[in-house]
Nanobody, 124 residues
């Protein structure tokens, strides 16, 4: 199970830090990711942290602004979001995958566990 938190209302240019605590079968070998779904939009990939290697991957629209990190001892993945823009407004979901090939790491179909989502609203 995944439990996301940390969303809220922030002004453009501000920062938020999302957290996602994993429990149950999720382990340090899992790939952990963040997706988001804006109003009237498809759910899209934001960032991922691959298990074991810890390699990170980002969507082009968040590079340089967002940072994904994980604390395996706490089974928690974080998303530090800086220089937020109104277009970042969305429900943010954390996800976990027990096995994902690198070429599919940005596909939501690669993830078999999902959190409930946390709302991020960025005002202009």
């Amino acid at each position: 199970q995944l439990q996301a938190s940390g969303g809220g209302l922030v002004q453009a240019g501000g920062s938020l830090r999302l957290s996602c605590a994993a429990s149950g079968r999720t382990s340090r070998t899992y790939t952990l990711g963040w997706f988001r779904q804006g109003p009237g939009k498809e759910r899209e990939f934001v960032a991922a942290s691959r298990g074991n290697s810890g390699s990170t991957y980002y969507a082009d629209f968040v590079k340089g602004r967002f940072t994904i990190s994980r604390d395996n001892a706490k089974s928690t993945v974080y998303l530090q979001m800086n220089v937020l823009k109104p277009e970042d407004t969305a429900v943010y979901y954390c996800a976990a995958s027990s096995g994902v090939i690198l070429s599919s790491i940005r596909s939501r179909r690669s993830y078999n566990y999902w959190g409930q989502g946390t709302q991020v609203t960025v005002s202009s």
